[in-house]
């Protein structure tokens, strides 16, 4: 069964404190790994797409990574924008185009 | 580019009433759309996904005859929740895909109250 899991399930760090969010992830057939943000009472919003192992990308203060089995997600000198909820998804291995999410990762910055 | 809206952004209504939410992608053209609720401090749950011109797919559990959807158009889906219960208090959130589409664009999500 296809299934994602997020660690930790929540992270408090201080302004310029670098630090890397877990994904970790069993799917049969990876057609894409999804990095979402979603701050409170909003729609997440896209970050990045990641298919194949070694892949990296990057956004402003987010890097991130991908391996057979995980996803980092590293947030470098964050600042207290960065806070939010941090989601991870990976799309089904079958013909349905469904994402699969994890429980997220509640990341909370402070000056 | 790849905005989606859904309106309205907050809804409140009383019991045994029915509400529509509507899911628009305003700068693409979306084969398949995707309804979601989540509930406070818990991760997104699918609930179906739809095709432009056909049935919506419903994932386990979720009551077609409740939650009916209807994707008449590549920009247009609609979530109606029939007859709604305090239950059905959740956000609401859709998510818009083109064909061949590599992501998921979300909308800002629906609060819905039912008292």
């Known amino acids: 069964e296809d299934q994602v899991t997020q660690s930790p399930e929540a992270l408090r760090l201080q302004e310029g404190e670098s630090s890397s969010l877990n994904c970790s992830y069993t799917?049969?057939?990876?057609?894409?790994l999804f990095w979402y943000r979603q701050d409170p009472g909003k729609g997440p919003e896209f970050l990045f797409t990641?298919?194949?192992a070694g892949e990296e990308k990057e956004k402003e203060r987010l890097k991130a990574t991908l391996t057979k089995k995980e996803s980092f997600l590293h947030i470098t000198a964050p600042k207290p924008e960065d806070s939010a909820t941090y989601l991870c998804?990976?799309?089904?291995?079958?013909?349905?185009?469904?994402?699969?999410f994890g429980t997220g990762t509640l990341l909370a910055v402070q000056p | 580019g790849a905005v989606v809206s859904q309106h309205p952004s907050r809804v409140i209504c009383k019991s045994g009433t029915s509400v529509k939410i509507e899911c628009r992608s305003l700068?693409?053209?979306?084969?398949?759309m995707f309804w979601y609720r989540q509930f406070p401090k818990q991760s997104l749950m699918l609930m179906a996904t739809?095709?432009?011109?056909?049935?919506?797919?419903?994932e386990q559990g979720v009551e077609k005859d409740k939650f009916l959807i209807n994707h008449a158009s590549l920009t247009l889906s609609t979530l109606t929740v029939t007859s709604a219960h305090p239950e059905d208090s959740s956000f609401y959130i859709c998510?818009?895909?083109?064909?061949?589409?590599?992501?998921?664009?979300f909308g800002p999500g629906t609060r819905l109250l039912v008292l």
């Open positions: 998510s818009a895909g083109t064909s061949g589409w590599e992501t998921q664009y």
């Open positions: 799917v049969s057939g990876l057609r894409g």
């Open positions: 990641l298919y194949s």
């Open positions: 998804a990976v799309r089904d291995g079958g013909a349905t185009n469904k994402l699969i």
């Open positions: 700068d693409f053209q979306a084969t398949t």
């Open positions: 739809s095709n432009e011109g056909s049935k919506a797919t419903y």
